[in-house]
């Protein structure tokens, strides 16, 4: 299976200690070949959600030229234009609450997902939560959630994935 991990932008709204971005030359990556075909494409940053229009074009784009490519996002920034992304054009979404405070704007998505349940319908909904995150009190029924999450030094890539820029 060809895997494609695509770096959307290298902007991020944090400074996270630990982060991955900081152990690659993000720069220094290899320009994506649209006309390569993948069977998961997955989009990635940064932050790829400070660019939302960005995400739906790309994801839009691919799925146009190879419509069997399966395509997920992975954010920290689970915004008001997560839940159309996921009902139009993404198969799946991975969002990390790095702290306390992402739990907000993740439960704002969240409730969006919850009162239309045909919009995510077969996505595959996944939740990484760092350590010292709480999600008590919320219905994270729609999400398989790993918790204790903690930042993996040196970040390696996956044999089976390629990453490149945009």
């Given at each position: 299976m060809k895997k494609l991990r695509l770096l959307l932008t290298s902007l991020c709204n944090?400074?996270?200690?630990?982060?991955?971005?900081?152990?690659?030359?993000?720069?220094?990556?290899?320009?994506?070949?649209?006309?390569?075909?993948?069977?998961?494409?997955?989009?990635?940053?940064?932050?790829?959600?400070?660019?939302?229009?960005?995400?739906?074009?790309?994801?839009?784009?691919?799925?146009?030229?190879?419509?069997?490519?399966?395509?997920?996002?992975?954010?920290?920034?689970?915004?008001?234009?997560?839940?159309?992304l996921i009902a139009e054009v993404l198969d799946g979404v991975t969002i990390t609450l790095h702290e306390q405070a992402d739990v907000l704007k993740f439960n704002q998505a969240n409730a969006m997902l919850l009162l239309y349940p045909k919009s995510h319908e077969g996505k595959s909904l996944r939740?990484?939560?760092?350590?010292?995150?709480?999600?008590?009190g919320l219905d994270t029924s729609l999400w398989t959630v790993k918790h204790n999450m903690e930042w993996i030094e040196d970040c390696p890539l996956p044999d089976n994935e390629e990453f490149m820029q945009l």
């Amino acid at each position: 299976m060809k895997k494609l991990r695509l770096l959307l932008t290298s902007l991020c709204n944090r400074d996270c200690e630990g982060c991955c971005n900081k152990d690659w030359d993000l720069m220094k990556l290899p320009i994506w070949d649209p006309d390569v075909e993948y069977d998961i494409v997955m989009i990635t940053g940064g932050e790829p959600m400070l660019f939302p229009r960005n995400v739906s074009r790309i994801a839009n784009y691919v799925k146009t030229k190879t419509p069997k490519t399966k395509v997920y996002l992975y954010t920290a920034l689970p915004n008001r234009h997560l839940p159309l992304l996921i009902a139009e054009v993404l198969d799946g979404v991975t969002i990390t609450l790095h702290e306390q405070a992402d739990v907000l704007k993740f439960n704002q998505a969240n409730a969006m997902l919850l009162l239309y349940p045909k919009s995510h319908e077969g996505k595959s909904l996944r939740l990484n939560v760092f350590k010292g995150v709480d999600l008590k009190g919320l219905d994270t029924s729609l999400w398989t959630v790993k918790h204790n999450m903690e930042w993996i030094e040196d970040c390696p890539l996956p044999d089976n994935e390629e990453f490149m820029q945009l």
